[in-house]
């Protein structure tokens, strides 16, 4: 069996906005993802934030590809208002 890389590349950087001080942040990878979701998000729970949360843990233990973890993210954004610019 191969082993999962330690941090799988997202294959195009996110750049968000979860604070209202308009600071963008990017997220190349799915522990970025992951860590943002746990600690920068404005909101503490919902459907979206529930599924990305366990798409990446999952992405990192080699269960999904990382392009899951990105829609995933890219959902829970939509879902709490956050700002995304994806290029």
Do not use: H, M
């Not at 998000?41 to 990192?60: E, F, M, N």
């Amino acid at each position: 069996p191969s082993v999962p890389a330690l941090l799988p590349d997202i294959d195009r950087p996110i750049y968000f906005q979860a604070s209202r001080y308009g600071e963008l942040r990017t997220v190349t990878n799915t522990s970025e993802a992951a860590t943002a979701l746990n600690t920068a998000w404005p909101i503490d729970s919902g459907r979206s934030l529930k599924t990305a949360k366990r798409t990446c843990q999952q992405v990192l233990s080699g269960k999904r590809p990382p392009s899951e973890a990105r829609n995933a993210f890219i959902a829970a954004a939509v879902e709490a208002n956050v700002y995304v610019k994806e290029r």
